[in-house]
C-alpha cells in the first residue's frame, strides 16, 4: 500500500482512471470494534488522507444480530448468477422496504449512501461485471465510495465485523485491520450518553421511559461486546500478525499526531498534517468541538457508578491490566 504524495494536491471527486499521479495500487483497510470504541473518529482521521477512503457502516458481513447481516439477507433475493436476480437485487436495494430495514434498524448508513450517490444502473452493471460473490458484492459497495472521492486505497468501518476477520483476510489477503480499544467503562459511560440523546431503535425507544432499566440493558451489552471483541482480536492478532493492529482509543486523544505517525507505518502510507484536523464526532460529550477531545479518555471517572465500576474491574481485571487500564478504584474528586 506504499504511497508517496510528491505533493500532490488531494483529488475528491474525479475517478482513479483520470488521475495523473504515481499512485499505490488499490489496497484495503478495516476498522472493527465495540461500538463507542473510536471506530468513526479512526475513520475520520484516516479519510483525511489523500489515498484513503474509508465507507461507513455497512453491516455486510454481519451484524451482533446474525440475520441482519446485509449478506444473509441478499441471499434471499436468489442465486447472482441469474440476471434477472442481479436486477431484483438492485431494485431491492433501491426500495423502500430495504432503507427501512428491520425493527431493529434502519439500513446502515453506507447503503444511504449509494441510494443518494449512485444510480441504479451503474450498481447493476458492476455486479453484472463481477463474479457475483459475496467477496465481490462487499468489494463492489467499497470501490464505489473510494472512485468517488478519487482515491486507491479503499475500506469501511463497522464495528461488529471483529467477529469475520478470518473472512476478510481470506477475501483480502493483504488488508489492514485496524481494532479499535477502548477502556470498557469508558464505552459504558459513552454509549448511554449517546442513547439518552438518541433511542428510536429497539430496545431503547421502549428502555428510554425507565433509564435505570436502559442503564442496566447497556452496562449487560457493553459487558458481552467487549469481552468478546477482546478475546476475538487477540486470537486475530496471534492468528494475522502484520495485518492486525490493536489501536487504544485513549492514546489516539492524547497523542493524535504520534499515534497517527505510527499507524501510518502499520498502513503503509505517509503521515500528512491534515490527518490532524479533527471534530469531535456525533454523540460525543464536546460534540463539534475542533481537534481531539483529550477529556474523553478519563471523563467516564467522574460520571460512572462506584458499582458499575466495580462490575467492570470484577469481571475485566486480566484483560484492564493486558491492554494498560487501571484496576484501581476510581477515586473521586
Not at 467522574?302 to 481485571?317: C, E
Request: glycine content about 6%; aromatic content about 12%.
Amino acid at each position: 500500500m506504499n504511497a508517496h504524495m510528491n505533493g500532490q494536491e488531494t483529488v475528491q471527486s474525479e475517478s482513479l482512471e483520470s488521475r495523473d499521479i504515481d499512485q499505490p495500487l488499490r489496497g484495503y483497510i478495516f476498522i472493527v470494534g465495540v461500538s463507542r470504541s473510536g471506530t468513526t473518529l479512526m475513520k475520520n482521521i484516516l479519510n483525511q488522507s489523500d489515498w484513503i477512503a474509508i465507507a461507513r457502516e455497512n453491516h455486510f458481513m454481519g451484524h451482533l444480530i446474525g440475520s441482519e447481516g446485509m449478506r444473509q439477507r441478499f441471499r434471499k433475493i436468489g442465486d447472482l448468477r441469474s440476471d434477472q436476480n442481479v436486477t431484483r437485487l438492485v431494485e431491492y436495494i433501491y426500495s423502500k422496504d430495504f432503507n427501512r430495514g428491520s425493527i431493529f434498524r434502519k439500513a446502515s448508513s453506507h447503503w444511504r449512501w449509494i441510494i443518494r450517490r449512485v444510480e441504479p444502473q451503474i450498481l447493476t452493471e458492476k455486479i453484472l461485471a463481477s463474479d457475483r460473490s459475496d467477496r465481490a458484492l462487499f468489494s463492489i459497495i467499497m470501490q464505489l465510495f473510494a472512485d468517488r472521492k478519487g482515491k486507491p486505497i479503499m475500506g469501511e468501518k463497522t464495528p461488529a465485523h471483529y467477529r469475520y476477520v478470518s473472512t476478510l483476510i481470506s477475501w483480502f489477503p493483504n488488508a489492514r485491520i485496524i481494532h479499535m480499544m477502548r477502556d470498557p467503562r469508558g464505552i459504558y459511560i459513552s454509549e448511554v450518553h449517546r442513547r439518552q440523546k438518541e433511542n428510536s431503535s429497539i430496545p431503547y425507544r421502549q428502555l428510554k421511559y425507565i433509564p435505570a432499566l436502559m442503564n442496566l440493558y447497556i452496562l449487560v451489552q457493553t459487558t458481552l461486546t467487549w469481552l468478546e471483541s477482546v478475546r476475538k482480536g487477540m486470537r486475530n492478532q496471534q492468528q494475522f500478525g502484520k495485518n492486525y493492529k490493536f489501536q487504544r482509543f485513549e492514546d489516539l486523544v492524547r497523542d493524535p499526531e504520534g499515534q497517527i505517525r505510527e499507524l501510518c507505518l502499520f498502513l503503509e502510507v505517509d503521515f500528512q498534517e491534515a490527518m490532524l484536523d479533527q471534530v469531535v464526532v456525533k454523540h460525543g460529550f464536546q460534540e463539534n468541538q475542533a481537534g481531539f477531545d483529550s477529556g474523553a479518555a478519563e471523563r467516564w471517572k467522574y460520571l460512572i457508578a462506584g458499582w458499575m465500576d466495580a462490575w467492570f474491574r470484577f469481571w475485566f481485571k486480566k484483560e484492564l491490566i493486558q491492554f494498560g487500564y487501571s484496576t484501581e478504584p476510581v477515586q473521586r474528586r
